[in-house]
């Protein structure tokens, strides 16, 4: 395969052969397998494949071939006290009845190394990897030292979409006329650290999700089958719960992402209010992060997209070459702390950016220096 061809790997099923790509989410009711990258700030991937196989093992030779930032070299859009300030306002708009609860993100950023940087290639094809970062052998990385239940990647360098996830979130699962979504809210590194503000907050998005899901659901058909459950990732628990409705007739995949998007565990409640104050707020764009990323087979009918969580990409568009970024953020409400959530936030990133930077993380979760 020749370096940086366009590719996808989901669910233990690798995809080739770039056949269409297209902004329009109405194609992925058409036919063939399709790979999405919905970015937070509205611009829609949709690539589809016509060679998809499966692919059940990463492939050591891909991670090995991952060369990722110094673990100091990361930057942060938002600085500890940008982001306690931005809580405190969030508050101030809380009190005032503009909003209940918003997600506050930052977005981080790290110069990836070029050729010359890369003396321990064993051989001639690791240097000449190293020519050109490669989203797909950071994704062999995560896949050993992250695992997550919706981890996947995109890489589609012509159009600017080079995309690895390590999503724990569902965003929308579809079968059919049936959909799903699975809102994550509340985030500890044990059960025990999980509050009552976690467990308002779950409700408060879930209350969200059905009312998105309703606008494009059958009448009586959203359900909660699971509320405020708690699963365990590499170093953190979360609070999960199912959201589960019928596609209303006439209503396709266009149709569900225009009402669900973007996903009210990443915006806020009311979601047009917590629109407004993040776009506020946060100082540099979320790209695919919070966005959807995923796959949709249009032949059998079936799709699932993850919320972009957890997630990196490579910019190449960056004065002074290209950088590798990635997102965190929390959900604030009325009970916040803003030190507490601050703190969230590098409880999120810390395992990851370790990852990527190729930082030993012990089995317990915890980085060693």
């Not at 611009?43 to 110094?70: E, I, K, L, M, Q």
């Not at 699932?304 to 568009?317: N, Y």
């Not at 970024?325 to 959900?331: L, N, Q, S």
């Amino acid at each position: 395969m020749p370096r940086l061809a366009p590719l996808a790997r989901f669910g233990g099923l690798v995809a080739s052969d770039l056949r269409d790509v297209t902004g329009d989410p109405a194609a992925l009711d058409s036919s063939g397998w399709w790979a999405v990258v919905a970015g937070y700030e509205g611009r829609t991937v949709c690539a589809r494949f016509g060679d998809v196989r499966p692919d059940p093992h990463p492939s050591a030779r891909r991670a090995r071939r991952w060369r990722g930032p110094g673990a100091a070299s990361w930057t942060t859009s938002l600085d500890r006290a940008g982001y306690v300030a931005g809580v405190r306002r969030i508050r101030e708009h809380i009190a005032a009845g503009d909003v209940y609860q918003v997600n506050l993100c930052r977005v981080l950023t790290a110069p990836l190394p070029g050729p010359g940087d890369r003396p321990d290639a064993r051989d001639a094809a690791d240097a000449a990897d190293a020519a050109d970062a490669d989203i797909d052998a950071l994704s062999a990385v995560l896949a050993r030292g992250n695992p997550a239940p919706y981890a996947g990647v995109v890489r589609l360098p012509a159009h600017g979409v080079e995309v690895a996830t390590a999503s724990p979130e569902l965003y929308l699962r579809r079968h059919g006329r049936a959909v799903e979504s699975g809102p994550i809210k509340g985030t500890g590194r044990t059960a025990a650290d999980l509050t009552a503000k976690d467990r308002a907050e779950n409700v408060m998005i879930v209350d969200l999700v059905r009312n998105d899901l309703g606008r494009v659901c059958t009448t009586g058909s959203v359900t909660v089958p699971a509320l405020c459950a708690v699963e365990e990732h590499p170093g953190l628990v979360h609070l999960v719960s199912t959201v589960r409705g019928e596609l209303a007739p006439g209503a396709g995949w266009a149709e569900l992402i225009g009402a669900t998007f973007p996903a009210g565990s990443i915006t806020g409640a009311p979601k047009s209010s917590a629109l407004r104050l993040i776009d506020e707020l946060e100082t540099t764009p979320r790209g695919p992060y919070c966005g959807g990323v995923g796959w949709v087979d249009a032949d059998r009918g079936t799709g699932e997209l993850a919320v972009g969580i957890r997630t990196f990409w490579i910019d190449r568009t960056a004065a002074g070459g290209p950088v590798l970024r990635f997102g965190t953020g929390a959900g604030i409400t009325w009970g916040s702390d803003p030190e507490r959530e601050w703190r969230e936030t590098e409880l999120k990133a810390s395992r990851l950016l370790a990852v990527a930077s190729e930082v030993e993380v012990t089995s317990e979760g915890t980085v060693r220096p």
